[in-house]
């Protein structure tokens, strides 16, 4: 009788210590959904200060707006944009050049890092905070591919491989029936541009849309791969 109860016991201590290690155990935590909007004023070096905007869809991209706040020449504001990923500690950015830069969620902010992705030892504000903005009007150098049929333009960015609907545009008309192509096939286009949204199609929804803002020029010899 004493051997059973010694035998239970030592299955009993045995179940408790595998419930502690599971209790302990580290468990991955669910990653909270991204805000679509960020804005801080960042340290820079030849200037007053770095306004930052970040924007960022559901479909993967980004737009940022950096406006240099008192800098010899003035306010400069300049616009870029490209896809975002989400690691375990960290939000990638990747910019139509292939540049990156990192940032780590703090709270509800987003804190920035260094080219390497490590932390920045500084006293100084490297956090923008959630806020509510639309997208920037800001002109952006574009490339990709063009195709116009039936009164409808879309537009395939080369950076990111997402489809836009084109605002509508004259000058991108005549500049695609000038390049010698049938109707509907694509024809590879640059130009200054930037993103809204805009009512779709279809009623009750709303799309984001590419808005030409000049410098276009289109070239049927060329892709996104040269």
């Given at each position: 009788?004493?051997?059973?109860?010694?035998?239970?016991?030592?299955?009993?201590?045995?179940?408790?210590?595998?419930g502690?290690?599971?209790?302990?155990?580290?468990?991955?935590?669910?990653?909270?959904?991204?805000?679509?909007?960020?804005?801080?004023?960042?340290?820079?070096?030849?200037?007053?200060?770095?306004?930052?905007?970040?924007f960022?869809?559901?479909?993967?991209?980004?737009?940022?707006?950096?406006?240099?706040?008192?800098?010899?020449?003035?306010?400069?504001?300049?616009?870029?944009?490209?896809?975002?990923?989400?690691?375990?500690?960290?939000?990638?950015?990747?910019?139509?050049?292939?540049?990156?830069?990192?940032f780590?969620?703090?709270?509800?902010?987003?804190?920035?890092?260094?080219?390497?992705?490590?932390?920045?030892?500084?006293?100084?504000?490297?956090?923008?905070?959630?806020?509510?903005?639309s997208?920037?009007?800001?002109p952006?150098?574009?490339?990709?591919?063009y195709?116009?049929?039936?009164?409808?333009?879309?537009?395939?960015d080369?950076?990111?491989?997402?489809?836009?609907?084109?605002d509508?545009?004259?000058?991108?008309?005549?500049?695609?029936?000038n390049?010698?192509?049938?109707?509907?096939?694509?024809?590879?286009?640059?130009?200054?541009?930037?993103?809204?949204?805009?009512?779709?199609?279809?009623?009750?929804?709303?799309?984001?849309?590419?808005?030409?803002?000049?410098?276009?020029?289109?070239?049927?010899?060329?892709?996104?791969?040269?």
């Amino acid at each position: 009788m004493k051997k059973i109860t010694i035998a239970l016991l030592l299955a009993a201590g045995t179940l408790s210590l595998f419930g502690c290690n599971n209790h302990y155990q580290p468990k991955e935590q669910a990653l909270q959904p991204m805000k679509q909007s960020y804005q801080g004023v960042l340290p820079c070096a030849d200037c007053e200060g770095l306004d930052t905007s970040l924007f960022l869809d559901e479909d993967g991209t980004f737009v940022l707006q950096e406006t240099y706040r008192g800098s010899r020449d003035g306010d400069k504001t300049f616009a870029n944009y490209g896809k975002w990923a989400r690691t375990a500690d960290k939000l990638v950015l990747t910019d139509s050049n292939g540049d990156k830069r990192y940032f780590h969620p703090v709270g509800k902010n987003l804190e920035m890092l260094d080219q390497s992705g490590a932390p920045i030892d500084s006293k100084l504000n490297y956090q923008l905070q959630p806020v509510e903005k639309s997208l920037p009007k800001t002109p952006m150098a574009l490339r990709g591919s063009y195709t116009y049929m039936a009164d409808a333009a879309v537009f395939k960015d080369c950076a990111t491989g997402k489809t836009f609907p084109v605002d509508n545009n004259l000058a991108l008309e005549r500049g695609y029936a000038n390049s010698g192509v049938e109707g509907g096939e694509p024809v590879f286009l640059m130009l200054s541009g930037h993103f809204s949204v805009q009512p779709s199609m279809e009623e009750g929804m709303m799309e984001k849309a590419l808005v030409p803002d000049g410098n276009i020029k289109f070239d049927k010899a060329k892709s996104c791969d040269n």
